[in-house]
């Protein structure tokens, strides 16, 4: 990116989340995620019925994906502030308590570290 005007979204999703998004958004309403650096199921991200998961007072909202809200823990956000965070589908079960448990596939993050030039619109915007 070389227009440092232009402030880069923290979060993005594949069409693969999307539609699996889309497919639990049918069955269970609007949803949210949340992004923890816990062990175990704390380490994927998790998706709820919005509304369902109380959001705490660490916890940053890193962006939307359409209109669904995508939080993550101010822990795992100072370590990952510096990332572009990709939301995909993998074979597996969700965790245990998030809906994509039981889909046959699960929510998955993957990641890029930013380039200097959008850490430098992302300081000067306060994002990070």
């Given amino acids: 990116m070389s227009d440092t005007t232009t402030i880069p979204e923290q979060v993005h999703r594949t069409p693969a989340a999307t539609a699996l998004m889309e497919q639990l958004e049918a069955k269970h309403g609007p949803l949210m995620f949340h992004q923890s650096g816990g062990c175990c199921d704390g380490s994927s991200p998790m998706c709820y019925p919005r509304g369902e998961f109380l959001v705490g007072d660490q916890d940053v909202l890193l962006g939307t994906l359409g ?52 850490i430098a619109a992302l300081r000067s915007a306060g994002r990070i």
């Fill in 67 to 118: 209109e669904t809200p995508f939080y993550i823990s101010g822990p795992q956000f100072e370590y990952w502030k510096h990332t572009e965070l990709t939301l995909d589908v993998v074979p597996g079960r969700g965790g245990m308590f998030s809906l994509d448990n039981g889909e046959g596939v699960r929510f998955h993050i993957r990641s890029r570290v930013f380039n200097d030039a959008e």
